[in-house]
């Protein structure tokens, strides 16, 4: 079982813009007390310069588009994955071609509060999108049930966390 997942931090958000839906998001982790009050303005000005959004028809056709918004270990209090399924899809920019748009359907947001493991985290994130079955992730994906989405993350999300 994966120590990355709450079930109370899985959201699903009806906002239109990258900046509504890290309101949003941002809103729910501070009022947990799992990150800062400077963590929306960070994570907000780290998207713009460095967007985080990944295709993923290129490794698995089908699967919608995912970004995996972070930022530094100082606005954070703890490690975990925030799931976010957005209900129409809204446009990020693509980690690998920062200057194109691609439409986002899926947030995996890290917190991390160990600045040396951010790296083994958005791996981790990787690896679930990558080595999981493709007809599985489309069922996931599909999910509006966040006790089930809850359930697959920690059945099938695989972490060392060393």
């Known amino acids: 079982m994966s120590e990355l997942f709450r079930k109370d931090c899985i959201f699903i958000s009806k906002q239109h813009t990258v900046e509504d839906i890290f309101k949003d998001v941002s809103t729910k982790l501070v009022e947990k007390d799992l990150v800062t009050s400077e963590f929306l303005p960070q994570v907000v000005e780290r998207e713009k310069n460095y967007p985080t959004a990944v295709d993923l028809d290129i490794l698995q056709k089908g699967l919608p588009?995912?970004?995996?918004?972070h930022t530094e270990s100082a606005y954070v209090k703890a490690r975990l994955v925030i799931p976010v399924k957005l209900e129409r899809p809204v446009l990020f920019g693509n980690m690998i071609s920062p200057d194109e748009k691609i439409k986002v359907s899926w947030l995996f947001m890290i917190l991390n509060n160990n600045p040396d493991a951010q790296a083994n985290v958005l791996a981790a994130v990787m690896?679930?999108?990558?080595k999981?079955?493709?007809a599985e992730l489309q069922e996931f994906f599909r999910s509006d049930d966040t006790e089930g989405i809850y359930t697959y993350l920690n059945q099938h999300f695989i972490f060392d966390n060393k």
Not at 127 to 130: E, R
């Open 127 to 130: 690896d679930f999108v990558t």
């Open 65 to 69: 588009n995912i970004a995996v918004p």
């Open 132 to 134: 999981n079955d493709a």
